[in-house]
């Protein structure tokens, strides 16, 4: 078996049993329902729901929040009979609209690591996310995070 075999494999691998996947996913910005859309050998991912600044950057208050990435999956890290370590980079957008009628913005680098079940169609993702606030101050925080567990349908 070639090296690019195993390349085209793992980059064409199906997701863990389904293409859409449902659950929960929190960050330091937005926190409520997970989504996560396959197209192959990319993804697009979504959260929508709670909002709240951490962060002494900037008062930014709770309110509602949208969070929207675009992912390149890449190759599985480790393929075992019960689990794959996944993995993907990407890029995304946190739009919030706080109580107190600001508007935050911000955009996002995006490194992940997924284990996929194989028992059960889930996923359980933990993402690096350094980002550069755009609204309503100027700041980068280089150290946010998120994570998800989604089953898939």
Do not use: C
């Not at 409520?32 to 962060?55: D, F, H, P």
């Amino acid at each position: 078996m070639s090296i690019w075999t195993l390349l085209i494999g793992a980059a064409l691998a199906a997701p863990p049993r389904g293409w859409v996947g449902i659950g929960v996913g929190g960050s330091p910005g937005v926190s409520g329902l997970s989504g996560k859309y396959y197209m192959r050998r990319s993804a697009v991912q979504l959260i929508v729901g709670g909002w709240q600044l951490v962060g002494a950057e900037v008062d930014g208050g709770s309110g509602f929040g949208v969070s929207g990435d675009y992912l390149v999956e890449m190759p599985d890290l480790a393929y075992t009979q019960r689990f794959n370590l996944a993995w993907n980079v990407g890029v995304g957008a946190t739009l919030a609209r706080p109580v107190d009628d600001n508007r935050y913005v911000s955009a996002a680098a995006i490194a992940g690591l997924a284990v996929n079940l194989k028992d059960a169609p889930f996923d359980i993702a933990f993402e690096l996310r350094p980002r550069v606030a755009i609204l309503p101050n100027i700041w980068i925080d280089l150290f946010n995070y998120s994570a998800h567990v989604r089953y898939y349908f």
